[in-house]
């Protein structure tokens, strides 16, 4: 791509990671064949901000019956979507004919509390491996992508919706003018489209890059997002930042005029502003911190191998492919990782090719260190990890620098 996705402006690059897998592609340890890759590399928009990848990577390629992240891996994310779903029933969903729509609801991690509280709702969710999960729970899911049809469809059948939702989805995806077209059709005339995504604030100033791979296609600011409202005929009106995943924001998006907009929005606007988040500059000054984060590591991981050292990775994270692939990291450097995903265990890391253990392989015997790829749960993890390090074993931590804790 040469011109932005949103809004046609024009793109300006500023980063290349090279070639990357599907970051969600882990691979039969007997495999042989071809493994996609594609150029992962980044680019601003010179007119709307909006930081967005070079190249796109088929959905179906990504999103499919073999999708393997489950939401519900983690305890502080159960607590974080059982409260979203307690806000929204107390603010958006109070008619007793209130419906709402979760985009990439996965495995009805947020759905399940609507379901028990007997609201009319629907889970559009293309991936069916973790499709199936949700409907088990007992929750309304559509096997489809959200796009416009999907949404006229959705409407037709069922009314319009009070609240459309989506955690960790719509920056997945790239055709955002359909997307909106498809909320323009399903949207109650007061209702809101909320979706929250890593904010790219966060990224540049921890300098985790890893939450740059194939299926996040957007980087959001609150620049770029109240641009696109604007653009796509709603309005932001609401901008919250959030601790969950490393740090992202919670969008509010209504139709224009129908909201008064909180003061968060002009407030984040003036920061992003003044830190001129969305410039050139800026976002080529990240990438520089982005290579001396990875020569770190690289540093690191060869002298603790130099000194015979154990290394194992905690967290077969989507995000850890980056890394992995970038800093060249393989069995070689990282003997497995360890994570709880069921249909990860067995199996490879793309491109990289690091073998997937359960979490019981991370105890017998611990190793000397732990390379915590999943850092955004790090005080999940290390809290519920406590023998490990009463053993003797170190974390090793890159986010938002390279260090041994
Ligand atoms: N909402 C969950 C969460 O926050 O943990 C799941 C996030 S997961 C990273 C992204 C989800 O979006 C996947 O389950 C994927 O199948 C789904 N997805 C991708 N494209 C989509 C689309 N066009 N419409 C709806 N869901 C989509
Ligand atoms: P995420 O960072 O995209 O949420 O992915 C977290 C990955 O780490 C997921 O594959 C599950 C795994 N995981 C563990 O193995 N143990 C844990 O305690 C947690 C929280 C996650
Ligand atoms: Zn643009």
């Known amino acids: 791509m040469t011109s932005c996705r949103i809004c046609g402006g024009r793109l300006h690059e500023f980063g290349d990671f090279g070639t990357q897998p599907l970051s969600s592609g882990f691979l039969e340890p007997d495999y042989i064949g071809d493994e996609y890759f594609f150029r992962l590399a980044l680019g601003v928009c010179a007119s709307c901000g909006m930081v967005q990848l070079m190249e796109e990577v088929p959905r179906h390629l990504m999103f499919n019956g073999h999708y393997p992240y489950l939401s519900s891996g983690s305890s502080v994310m159960r607590k974080h979507f059982e409260q979203t779903a307690q806000y929204f029933l107390k603010t958006e969903l109070t008619s007793p004919d209130s419906f709402a729509v979760e985009l990439g609801c996965n495995d009805g991690i947020m759905l399940k509390a609507l379901a028990e509280a007997g609201v009319r709702h629907l889970g559009v969710e293309p991936s069916e491996s973790v499709a199936d999960i949700a409907r088990r729970l007992g929750i309304r899911v559509t096997t489809e992508f959200f796009q416009e049809s999907t949404a006229t469809e959705i409407r037709e059948a069922e009314g319009p919706a009070q609240l459309i939702y989506a955690a960790n989805t719509i920056c997945h995806i790239p055709y955002m003018d359909s997307i909106f077209r498809g909320v323009d059709a399903l949207l109650a005339p007061d209702g809101v489209f909320v979706f929250e995504d890593p904010y790219l604030a966060d990224i540049v100033e921890k300098t985790s890059y890893d939450q740059i791979y194939d299926e996040h296609y957007y980087f959001f600011s609150v620049t770029s ?156 993890i290390i809290a519920k990890e406590t023998r490990f390090r009463e053993a003797g074993g170190k974390w090793i931590l890159y986010v938002p620098h390279v260090r041994v804790v």
């Open 225 to 380: 997002v109240a641009a696109m409202a604007e653009r796509f005929g709603f309005e932001l009106v609401n901008a919250e930042r959030l601790e969950v995943h490393g740090g992202e924001v919670r969008y509010t998006i209504a139709r224009k005029g129908r909201r008064t907009p909180d003061p968060s929005v002009a407030e984040l606007l003036a920061e992003e502003k003044a830190k001129r988040l969305t410039r050139l500059d800026t976002l080529k000054a990240f990438f520089g911190q982005v290579e001396r984060s990875r020569d770190d590591l690289v540093s690191l991981l060869r002298k603790l191998r130099a000194e015979g050292r154990t290394v194992v990775g905690y967290g077969a994270t989507a995000k850890s492919a980056t890394v992995a692939n970038y800093c060249g990291i393989g069995p070689d450097l990282v003997s497995f990782v360890s994570d709880t995903t069921p249909n990860k265990q067995g199996r490879l890391t793309p491109g990289s090719h690091i073998p997937v253990r359960p979490r019981e392989a991370f105890e017998n015997p611990y190793p000397d260190y732990a390379l915590l790829f999943a850092w955004n749960h790090s005080e999940e």
